[in-house]
C-alpha cells in the first residue's frame, strides 16, 4: 500500500473520531434553539466523552466488557471501510455488504454486552434494538439488490455516484430511499424505542458507567456519521468532482445531521409496534422498487 | 521412523477396509454390552475412522487425485467399490468432521443414559448410521446407494427414538422414518427400476446415459423422483415438518451428526445429479433455487419463535440448508444460462455454506448438548446465566452463534457474501432472492442473540447453584470446532480453491481464487480479505480492552427493587412485539399446517383405518398405502419401459 493512501487512511479515521462528537454537539445545539434554548456549545459531547473516559467504570458484576470493546473495534473497522473524506478505504476494495454487516455486527456486540449485565431494561432494549435491525433487514436489501443489478458490483469502488454512472432510474430512486432507513437506525425520534429514556432509562445502556458507557456512546455517534456517509457515498459522484467532492460531502453530511436533529426535535417517540409496521409497510415499497428494477432497462 | 504421506493414501484400499473391518468388528463384538463400555470401544473407532477419512479427503482436495477401494466383489450384482474424487472427497470431509467431534463428544455425553438404556444398542446404529453416510457419498451405483442410503436411514431413526421411556422421541422416530422412507421409495423407482430397466445397468455412468439422451420424458420422471427423495432427506420446505421433531430428540452427539453431516449427503447428489450426470438446467435451477429461498425464509422465521434450545436449532437447521439449496439452485441455472463466473461463485458458495453449517450447527448442538447434560433442561425460558459457570461453553456458543449470524470474520460471513454476491449480482429474479437471504441473515442474528442471551446471560429460573463445565472429553470437541469457525473465516481461500478442484473434476468452468485468505469475484470487481479484518480487530481491541476493563462491579438497577431471577425477560417474549408485527408467515404457516398436516392426514388417515381395522396407528396405514400406491406405479413404469 502506497504511503498516499495511508496517510488518507488515517486522516479518514481521525476525521471520524473527531467529526462524530462534533456532529452530535451541533445537533444538541439546533435541537436546543428549536426549543428556545441557549443550549450547550457545539464542543460539548467532547467533554461529556472526556469526562466518561476520566471516571473509572462501575457496571454491572456480570457485564462483559470484552464485547463492548469487540462493538468499538467493528466500528473502527467500518470507518476504515467507509469513504469519508477521502475515497481511499482499508481494506483497498471495500464491499458494501461487508460494510454493512460491520455496522450491524458493531450494533449486535453492543446489545449482547448489554443482555450480558442481566438488567431486564437492558435486555428490553437488546429486544427492541434487535427487532429494529430485522425490520430495517427487510427493506434495505432489495434497495442494494436494485444498485447492484444495476451497477454490476457491490465494490464501493463502482458504488460511488451509482446514480450517476448508471443509466437507470431505479438506482437513484433505491439511493434516495435508503435516506429514511439511515435515520431510523441513527436512533433519532420518532424511532428511538431501544433507549427510551422516560421508559426503560436508556435500555441498551442502562448497566454502562463511565469508561464502556463513554465507549458506547462513542460508537453511537460514530455510527451515525458512518451510515450518513455511506449515503453520501452512493448518491455524490465523487470520482467525477475530484477535490470538490470533500467541502460538498462535509456540507451535506452537516446538513443532513441538522435535518436529522430537526426531525428529532418534531417527533415523538413511536411505541414499538409502530415502528416496526411502519418500516414494514416501507419495506413493501422497497420490494416494489426492487422487482422493477428487475425489468427496468 | 518416516512416514511417507503419498504412500499411505496410495495404500487406502488397503488401510480404509481394514479400518472399517476393525470398527464394525470392535462394534458388533460390544453391542451386547449395556454399560458404557461399548460405547467407549466404538466411538473411539468411530474417531480414529473419522480421522482417517478426513486426511484422506484432504488429500484427494489437495492433489486432485481419484482413490479408488474395492470393498466387496459379488459376482451378477454390482460390485461395491467407493470412488473418492474430489466432491465426494469435500463431503466425506464434512461427515468426518462431524464424525470425529460427535464421537469424542459422546464419549462424555452418554453417562446420561448409563444404567436408563441400552447403549450397546445406541453403538451400534451410530457407528452403522456414520459409516453408511461415509459409502452414500463415495459409492458410484444406484444399487448401493440406495441400499446405503436406506441404512442411513434405519439406524438414525433407531437413534432419533433411542429414549425408549420419552414418547415424544418415538413419535419423532416414526415420522421421520415415514415421511424419508417415502422419499427412499421414490428414489427406489426412479433408480433401481427405471434405470435397470432401461439400461440393464445401475450405475452413475447408465443414470449419466439415460438424463443425457434426448427423451424429456425420462429425464423429467427420473430427476423428479430423485430430486424429490432429496428434497424430502434434507428438509427442503414443504417437506421439513419431520426434522424439527426428530433432531432435537435425538441424543446430541446424533442430533450434530444430523444436523451437521446427514442432511448435507441429498445436497451432494443434488450436485451430482444436476451439474455432472446430466447437463445444468434453468428449470431446475430455478426450482432448487427457489425452493431454497422459500426454505431459508420459512425455516428461519419459525425458528426466531422457539424457546427449546435444540428445537430452535432444528429450525435453523432447516433455514440454513435453505441458504445451500439457493446457492446450489443459482449456480445450476447461471450454469445453464452460461454466466461462468457467478455460476462458480453460487457454486464454491453451497459447499462453503455446506461446510460452515456443518461446523457451527454441529458445534451449537454440542453446546445446547452441554448446558442439557449439566441443567437437564433445553427450556430457554429458564435457564440464565450459565456464563460464569460453563466459561468454554459459553465461548464456544457466542463463537458459533456469530458465525451462524455472519458476523466477520467468522466462517458463515464469508459464504453468505458469496451467495449474496453471487445471486444479487446475476440480474435474474434470483436477485430478489439473495436479498430475501440477507433479511433472514438478520432474522438468524436476532435468533442467536435471543439463544446466548437467554442461556449464559441473565438470572436463571431454576437453581444451576452447583452447575459446573462439562468434562475435558466434551469441551475438547467444541474447541476443536469453534477453531475452525475462525480458520475457515479467514482463510476462505482454502474452500474456494477445494470448490475449483471440485469443479475442474465435474468439468465445469471455474476460476483460480487469488490466494488462501481472499475470496473474490473476478470481472466484478468485488471481494472481501476477512484477514485484514481479525488483524485489525486485534490490534484495535486490546487498546478498547484496556480502556473499558471495570474497576466496580455492582448489582443491575431495578427501579431500586431487590432483583430476582423472575425479573428476567424469558425467552417467549424477547421478540414478541416482532412477531406480532409480522405476523403472515405465522399465520399462513398455521394455516397451511392445519390443512395438510392436520385436516388431509385426518381425513386419509380415518379413511385408512376404515380398510385396516387391524393396524390401530396411522402411521402403519400410511406406509400400507405407500406401498400399494409404489407397486402400481413400479408395475405401470415396467409395463411402459
Redesign the interface.
Given at each position: 500500500m502506497e504511503l498516499k493512501t495511508i496517510a488518507a487512511i488515517v486522516t479518514n479515521l481521525v476525521f471520524v473520531l473527531l467529526y462524530a462528537p462534533l456532529l452530535n454537539g451541533v445537533e444538541r445545539k439546533i435541537r436546543a434553539r428549536i426549543q428556545n434554548r441557549l443550549g450547550p456549545p457545539i464542543t460539548q459531547t467532547f467533554y461529556d466523552l472526556a469526562k466518561l473516559?476520566r471516571r473509572?467504570?462501575?457496571?454491572?458484576?456480570?457485564?462483559?466488557?470484552?464485547l463492548?470493546?469487540?462493538s468499538?473495534?467493528?466500528i473502527?473497522?467500518a470507518s476504515?471501510a467507509i469513504p469519508t473524506i477521502f475515497l481511499a478505504t482499508?481494506?483497498r476494495?471495500s464491499?458494501i455488504?461487508?460494510i454493512l454487516?460491520?455496522v450491524?455486527?458493531s450494533t449486535?456486540?453492543l446489545?449482547?454486552a448489554s443482555?450480558?449485565?442481566?438488567?431486564?431494561?437492558?435486555?428490553?432494549g437488546?429486544?427492541?434494538e434487535?427487532?429494529t435491525?430485522?425490520?430495517?433487514?427487510?427493506a434495505?436489501?432489495?434497495l442494494?439488490?436494485t444498485i447492484?443489478?444495476h451497477v454490476?458490483?457491490?465494490?464501493m469502488?463502482?458504488l460511488v455516484g451509482a446514480p450517476f454512472t448508471s443509466t437507470s432510474p431505479c438506482v437513484a430512486l433505491a439511493v434516495a430511499l435508503m435516506l429514511p432507513l439511515i435515520y431510523v437506525e441513527s436512533t433519532y425520534l420518532p424511532f428511538e424505542i431501544a433507549e427510551a429514556e422516560p421508559e426503560l432509562?436508556s435500555g441498551i445502556e442502562?448497566?454502562f458507567g463511565?469508561?464502556?458507557l463513554?465507549?458506547a456512546l462513542y460508537t453511537k455517534l460514530i455510527k451515525r456519521l458512518l451510515l450518513v456517509s455511506l449515503l453520501l457515498d452512493l448518491a455524490i459522484p465523487r470520482y467525477v468532482l475530484g477535490w470538490l467532492s470533500i467541502p460538498l460531502y462535509l456540507a451535506l453530511l452537516t446538513a443532513m445531521s441538522i435535518l436529522f436533529a430537526v426531525l428529532d426535535t418534531i417527533f415523538a417517540r413511536y411505541r414499538?409496534?409502530q415502528v416496526?409496521?411502519w418500516i414494514?409497510r416501507y419495506s413493501a415499497l422497497c420490494?416494489g422498487v426492487?422487482?422493477l428494477g428487475?425489468f427496468a432497462p | 521412523m518416516h512416514l511417507d504421506l503419498n504412500t499411505f493414501f496410495l495404500d487406502a484400499p488397503h488401510t480404509l477396509p481394514l479400518l472399517l473391518a476393525l470398527t464394525l468388528l470392535a462394534t458388533l463384538v460390544s453391542t451386547p454390552l449395556r454399560g458404557r463400555a461399548s460405547t467407549i470401544i466404538s466411538l473411539t473407532f468411530s474417531a480414529i475412522l473419522s480421522l482417517y477419512v478426513l486426511t484422506l479427503s484432504l488429500h484427494v482436495l489437495a492433489t486432485h487425485r481419484v482413490v479408488e477401494i474395492p470393498l466387496l466383489d459379488l459376482g451378477s450384482i454390482p460390485s461395491l467399490v467407493l470412488v473418492v474424487d474430489p466432491l465426494t472427497a469435500f463431503f466425506l470431509a464434512i461427515v468426518s468432521i462431524v464424525g470425529l467431534a460427535s464421537s469424542i463428544y459422546g464419549v462424555g455425553y452418554v453417562q446420561r443414559f448409563a444404567r436408563k438404556e441400552h447403549l450397546g444398542w445406541f453403538s451400534l446404529n451410530y457407528v452403522l448410521f456414520l459409516l453408511s453416510m461415509m459409502f452414500v457419498v463415495s459409492v458410484r451405483d444406484l444399487l448401493w446407494f440406495v441400499v446405503f442410503w436406506e441404512l442411513m436411514t434405519f439406524s438414525s431413526q433407531f437413534l432419533v427414538a433411542f429414549e425408549k421411556e420419552k414418547s415424544v422421541a418415538l413419535r419423532a422416530g416414526l415420522k421421520y422414518f415415514c415421511v424419508t422412507k417415502f422419499g427412499t421409495e421414490l428414489m427406489i423407482v426412479a433408480s433401481v427400476v427405471y434405470v435397470w430397466c432401461s439400461t440393464g445397468s445401475t450405475s452413475f455412468e447408465a443414470l449419466s446415459k439415460i438424463l443425457r439422451s434426448n427423451n424429456v420424458v425420462e429425464y423429467i420422471v427420473v430427476t423428479t423422483f430423485l430430486a424429490l427423495a432429496m428434497l424430502i432427506k434434507c428438509a427442503s420446505v414443504p417437506f421439513h415438518s419431520w426434522l424439527p421433531d426428530a433432531h432435537p430428540e435425538a441424543p446430541t452427539p446424533v442430533s450434530a451428526l444430523l444436523s451437521g453431516a446427514m442432511i448435507k449427503v441429498p445436497i451432494y447428489f443434488l450436485a451430482r445429479l444436476f451439474l455432472q450426470l446430466s447437463k445444468p438446467s434453468i428449470v431446475w435451477g430455478y426450482t432448487v433455487a427457489v425452493l431454497g429461498c422459500v426454505t431459508l425464509f420459512v425455516g428461519t422465521m419459525y425458528a426466531l419463535v422457539q424457546h427449546d434450545s435444540k428445537r430452535l436449532l432444528a429450525y435453523h437447521s432447516i433455514g440454513q440448508i435453505g441458504y445451500v439449496l439457493l446457492a446450489l439452485g443459482t449456480a445450476i441455472a447461471l450454469y445453464a444460462s452460461n454466466q461462468p463466473i457467478l455460476a462458480f461463485a453460487a457454486f464454491t458458495a453451497s459447499l462453503y455454506h455446506a461446510l460452515n453449517h456443518a461446523i457451527f450447527k454441529s458445534l451449537l448442538f454440542l453446546t445446547a448438548g452441554s448446558v442439557l447434560f449439566r441443567t437437564g433442561t433445553r427450556d430457554l425460558n429458564v435457564l440464565g446465566?450459565l456464563?460464569?459457570r460453563m466459561p468454554i461453553t459459553a465461548l464456544c456458543a457466542?463463537i458459533a452463534s456469530?458465525s451462524i449470524?455472519?458476523?466477520?470474520p467468522f466462517n458463515g460471513?464469508a459464504s453468505k457474501?458469496l451467495i449474496?454476491?453471487s445471486t444479487?449480482?446475476s440480474?435474474?429474479?434470483l436477485?430478489?432472492a439473495?436479498?430475501?437471504a440477507?433479511?433472514v441473515?438478520?432474522?438468524t442474528?436476532?435468533s442467536f442473540?435471543k439463544y446466548?442471551?437467554t442461556m449464559?446471560?441473565?438470572?436463571p429460573r431454576i437453581d444451576v447453584s452447583r452447575v459446573r463445565e462439562v468434562p475435558p472429553s466434551m469441551v475438547v470437541p467444541q474447541l476443536l470446532l469453534a477453531s475452525l469457525c475462525i480458520a475457515l473465516g479467514i482463510a476462505p481461500g482454502l474452500v474456494a480453491r477445494a470448490s475449483m478442484g471440485i469443479a475442474s473434476a465435474m468439468d465445469l468452468p471455474s476460476y483460480v481464487p487469488r490466494t488462501w485468505f481472499i475470496l473474490?469475484i473476478p470481472r466484478?470487481?468485488?471481494?472481501?480479505?476477512p484477514l485484514?479484518?481479525a488483524s485489525?480487530?486485534s490490534v484495535?481491541?486490546p487498546i478498547?480492552?484496556i480502556?473499558?476493563?471495570?474497576?466496580?462491579?455492582?448489582?443491575?438497577?431495578?427501579s431500586g427493587a431487590l432483583?430476582t431471577s423472575s425479573?428476567?425477560?424469558p425467552a417467549k417474549?424477547?421478540?414478541r412485539?416482532?412477531e406480532?408485527?409480522?405476523h403472515e408467515p405465522y399465520s399462513l404457516g398455521e394455516k397451511l399446517g392445519r390443512v395438510f398436516f392436520v385436516e388431509i392426514p385426518r381425513v386419509a388417515l380415518e379413511r385408512i383405518r376404515l380398510l385396516v381395522h387391524s393396524f390401530e396407528y396411522g402411521y402403519a396405514s400410511t406406509i400400507i398405502l405407500l406401498t400399494v400406491c409404489i407397486a402400481i406405479g413400479l408395475g405401470v413404469m415396467m409395463l411402459w419401459s
Amino acid at each position: 500500500m502506497e504511503l498516499k493512501t495511508i496517510a488518507a487512511i488515517v486522516t479518514n479515521l481521525v476525521f471520524v473520531l473527531l467529526y462524530a462528537p462534533l456532529l452530535n454537539g451541533v445537533e444538541r445545539k439546533i435541537r436546543a434553539r428549536i426549543q428556545n434554548r441557549l443550549g450547550p456549545p457545539i464542543t460539548q459531547t467532547f467533554y461529556d466523552l472526556a469526562k466518561l473516559f476520566r471516571r473509572s467504570t462501575v457496571a454491572s458484576s456480570s457485564l462483559s466488557y470484552v464485547l463492548a470493546s469487540l462493538s468499538f473495534a467493528y466500528i473502527i473497522a467500518a470507518s476504515l471501510a467507509i469513504p469519508t473524506i477521502f475515497l481511499a478505504t482499508f481494506p483497498r476494495h471495500s464491499d458494501i455488504i461487508y460494510i454493512l454487516y460491520l455496522v450491524i455486527a458493531s450494533t449486535v456486540l453492543l446489545c449482547l454486552a448489554s443482555a450480558t449485565s442481566s438488567s431486564p431494561f437492558a435486555a428490553l432494549g437488546v429486544s427492541r434494538e434487535i427487532s429494529t435491525v430485522m425490520c430495517i433487514e427487510l427493506a434495505l436489501p432489495f434497495l442494494l439488490t436494485t444498485i447492484a443489478i444495476h451497477v454490476g458490483s457491490l465494490s464501493m469502488k463502482q458504488l460511488v455516484g451509482a446514480p450517476f454512472t448508471s443509466t437507470s432510474p431505479c438506482v437513484a430512486l433505491a439511493v434516495a430511499l435508503m435516506l429514511p432507513l439511515i435515520y431510523v437506525e441513527s436512533t433519532y425520534l420518532p424511532f428511538e424505542i431501544a433507549e427510551a429514556e422516560p421508559e426503560l432509562a436508556s435500555g441498551i445502556e442502562i448497566e454502562f458507567g463511565g469508561r464502556i458507557l463513554a465507549l458506547a456512546l462513542y460508537t453511537k455517534l460514530i455510527k451515525r456519521l458512518l451510515l450518513v456517509s455511506l449515503l453520501l457515498d452512493l448518491a455524490i459522484p465523487r470520482y467525477v468532482l475530484g477535490w470538490l467532492s470533500i467541502p460538498l460531502y462535509l456540507a451535506l453530511l452537516t446538513a443532513m445531521s441538522i435535518l436529522f436533529a430537526v426531525l428529532d426535535t418534531i417527533f415523538a417517540r413511536y411505541r414499538p409496534e409502530q415502528v416496526f409496521r411502519w418500516i414494514k409497510r416501507y419495506s413493501a415499497l422497497c420490494m416494489g422498487v426492487a422487482i422493477l428494477g428487475l425489468f427496468a432497462p | 521412523m518416516h512416514l511417507d504421506l503419498n504412500t499411505f493414501f496410495l495404500d487406502a484400499p488397503h488401510t480404509l477396509p481394514l479400518l472399517l473391518a476393525l470398527t464394525l468388528l470392535a462394534t458388533l463384538v460390544s453391542t451386547p454390552l449395556r454399560g458404557r463400555a461399548s460405547t467407549i470401544i466404538s466411538l473411539t473407532f468411530s474417531a480414529i475412522l473419522s480421522l482417517y477419512v478426513l486426511t484422506l479427503s484432504l488429500h484427494v482436495l489437495a492433489t486432485h487425485r481419484v482413490v479408488e477401494i474395492p470393498l466387496l466383489d459379488l459376482g451378477s450384482i454390482p460390485s461395491l467399490v467407493l470412488v473418492v474424487d474430489p466432491l465426494t472427497a469435500f463431503f466425506l470431509a464434512i461427515v468426518s468432521i462431524v464424525g470425529l467431534a460427535s464421537s469424542i463428544y459422546g464419549v462424555g455425553y452418554v453417562q446420561r443414559f448409563a444404567r436408563k438404556e441400552h447403549l450397546g444398542w445406541f453403538s451400534l446404529n451410530y457407528v452403522l448410521f456414520l459409516l453408511s453416510m461415509m459409502f452414500v457419498v463415495s459409492v458410484r451405483d444406484l444399487l448401493w446407494f440406495v441400499v446405503f442410503w436406506e441404512l442411513m436411514t434405519f439406524s438414525s431413526q433407531f437413534l432419533v427414538a433411542f429414549e425408549k421411556e420419552k414418547s415424544v422421541a418415538l413419535r419423532a422416530g416414526l415420522k421421520y422414518f415415514c415421511v424419508t422412507k417415502f422419499g427412499t421409495e421414490l428414489m427406489i423407482v426412479a433408480s433401481v427400476v427405471y434405470v435397470w430397466c432401461s439400461t440393464g445397468s445401475t450405475s452413475f455412468e447408465a443414470l449419466s446415459k439415460i438424463l443425457r439422451s434426448n427423451n424429456v420424458v425420462e429425464y423429467i420422471v427420473v430427476t423428479t423422483f430423485l430430486a424429490l427423495a432429496m428434497l424430502i432427506k434434507c428438509a427442503s420446505v414443504p417437506f421439513h415438518s419431520w426434522l424439527p421433531d426428530a433432531h432435537p430428540e435425538a441424543p446430541t452427539p446424533v442430533s450434530a451428526l444430523l444436523s451437521g453431516a446427514m442432511i448435507k449427503v441429498p445436497i451432494y447428489f443434488l450436485a451430482r445429479l444436476f451439474l455432472q450426470l446430466s447437463k445444468p438446467s434453468i428449470v431446475w435451477g430455478y426450482t432448487v433455487a427457489v425452493l431454497g429461498c422459500v426454505t431459508l425464509f420459512v425455516g428461519t422465521m419459525y425458528a426466531l419463535v422457539q424457546h427449546d434450545s435444540k428445537r430452535l436449532l432444528a429450525y435453523h437447521s432447516i433455514g440454513q440448508i435453505g441458504y445451500v439449496l439457493l446457492a446450489l439452485g443459482t449456480a445450476i441455472a447461471l450454469y445453464a444460462s452460461n454466466q461462468p463466473i457467478l455460476a462458480f461463485a453460487a457454486f464454491t458458495a453451497s459447499l462453503y455454506h455446506a461446510l460452515n453449517h456443518a461446523i457451527f450447527k454441529s458445534l451449537l448442538f454440542l453446546t445446547a448438548g452441554s448446558v442439557l447434560f449439566r441443567t437437564g433442561t433445553r427450556d430457554l425460558n429458564v435457564l440464565g446465566g450459565l456464563a460464569k459457570r460453563m466459561p468454554i461453553t459459553a465461548l464456544c456458543a457466542l463463537i458459533a452463534s456469530l458465525s451462524i449470524a455472519g458476523v466477520p470474520p467468522f466462517n458463515g460471513f464469508a459464504s453468505k457474501w458469496l451467495i449474496y454476491a453471487s445471486t444479487m449480482l446475476s440480474r435474474s429474479p434470483l436477485s430478489l432472492a439473495g436479498a430475501v437471504a440477507m433479511f433472514v441473515s438478520s432474522v438468524t442474528t436476532a435468533s442467536f442473540v435471543k439463544y446466548f442471551v437467554t442461556m449464559f446471560a441473565g438470572r436463571p429460573r431454576i437453581d444451576v447453584s452447583r452447575v459446573r463445565e462439562v468434562p475435558p472429553s466434551m469441551v475438547v470437541p467444541q474447541l476443536l470446532l469453534a477453531s475452525l469457525c475462525i480458520a475457515l473465516g479467514i482463510a476462505p481461500g482454502l474452500v474456494a480453491r477445494a470448490s475449483m478442484g471440485i469443479a475442474s473434476a465435474m468439468d465445469l468452468p471455474s476460476y483460480v481464487p487469488r490466494t488462501w485468505f481472499i475470496l473474490d469475484i473476478p470481472r466484478y470487481g468485488s471481494m472481501i480479505v476477512p484477514l485484514l479484518l481479525a488483524s485489525l480487530i486485534s490490534v484495535v481491541l486490546p487498546i478498547a480492552l484496556i480502556i473499558a476493563r471495570p474497576r466496580l462491579g455492582v448489582e443491575p438497577w431495578v427501579s431500586g427493587a431487590l432483583y430476582t431471577s423472575s425479573r428476567s425477560m424469558p425467552a417467549k417474549s424477547f421478540y414478541r412485539d416482532f412477531e406480532e408485527v409480522v405476523h403472515e408467515p405465522y399465520s399462513l404457516g398455521e394455516k397451511l399446517g392445519r390443512v395438510f398436516f392436520v385436516e388431509i392426514p385426518r381425513v386419509a388417515l380415518e379413511r385408512i383405518r376404515l380398510l385396516v381395522h387391524s393396524f390401530e396407528y396411522g402411521y402403519a396405514s400410511t406406509i400400507i398405502l405407500l406401498t400399494v400406491c409404489i407397486a402400481i406405479g413400479l408395475g405401470v413404469m415396467m409395463l411402459w419401459s
